[in-house]
T-cell receptor, first 113, second 114 residues
Framework: QKEVEQDPGPLSVPEGAIVSLNCTYS??????FMWYRQYSRKGPELLMY????GNKEDGRFTAQVDKSSKYISLFIRDSQPSDSATYLC?????????????FGTGTRLQVTL | SQTIHQWPATLVQPVGSPLSLECTVE??????LYWYRQAAGRGLQLLFY??????ISSEVPQNLSASRPQDRQFILSSKKLLLSDSGFYLC?????????????FGSGTRLTVV
């Protein structure tokens, strides 16, 4: 079993739709949770960063963490064609040089006109 | 502000040829540095990471090696490329003292071994 599971998609939605992207994980030591967005042929860029359980909102994006269920989500409201990209979740344990990021495999999102 | 540079963007190399990919970071000192390979449908595979000059940890045994000759320079090398070395190679850095932050990635090198 992988430490982090993420549905690879592709996920196709019409412009304006609400998108829900999800990851599950098995390591209860994970405390920091991130979402990266990666456009085709580019490096991933950090989109959202959260610590422990709860919600965090930034514009059209909301990151949600449920540590009791080991489940994290990224919601995109009013999706735009420019949101078409691969979204990777990432997480890590407590602060320490041995604690590296563990990534999901990414979900490819296509927002159509 | 901190920036990360990675080059070249695209590379086509014959089987058996050597490889050298370079990554440099500006605007920070003593970063943690990482080399990843990304293959379609397989996500990001951590190849090497470094917490300081000359300190390299290998995550996966393979045909590649890494070196860190300077604080903000990270090099990925191979003496003889294999077809299986094709992929998208990404360099990344993170702040070493406050390692709860995420990583910042370079723009990547698409390597095709023919």
């Amino acid at each position: 079993q992988k430490e982090v599971e993420q549905d690879p998609g592709p996920l196709s939605v019409p412009e304006g739709a609400i998108v829900s992207l999800n990851c599950t994980y098995s390591n209860s030591a994970f405390q920091y949770f991130m979402w990266y967005r990666q456009y085709s042929r580019k490096g991933p860029e950090l989109l959202m960063y959260t610590y422990s359980s709860g919600n965090k909102e930034d514009g059209r994006f909301t990151a949600q963490v449920d540590k009791s269920s080991k489940y994290i989500s990224l919601f995109i409201r009013d999706s735009q064609p420019s949101d078409s990209a691969t979204y990777l979740c990432a997480m890590r344990g407590p602060t320490g040089t041995a604690s590296k990021l563990t990534f999901g495999t990414g979900t490819r999102l296509q927002v159509t006109l | 502000s901190q920036t990360i540079h990675q080059w070249p963007a695209t590379l086509v190399q014959p089987v058996g040829s050597p490889l050298s990919l370079e990554c440099t970071v500006e605007g920070t000192s003593n970063p943690n540095l990482y080399w990843y390979r990304q293959a379609a449908g397989r996500g990001l595979q951590l190849l090497f990471y470094s917490v300081g000059i000359g300190q390299i940890s290998s995550e996966v045994p393979q045909n590649l090696s890494a070196s860190r000759p300077q604080d903000r320079q990270f090099i990925l090398s191979s003496k003889k490329l294999l077809l299986s070395d094709s992929g998208f190679y990404l360099c990344a850095w993170s702040v070493s003292r406050y390692s709860n932050y995420g990583y910042t990635f370079g723009s990547g090198t698409r390597l095709t071994v023919v």
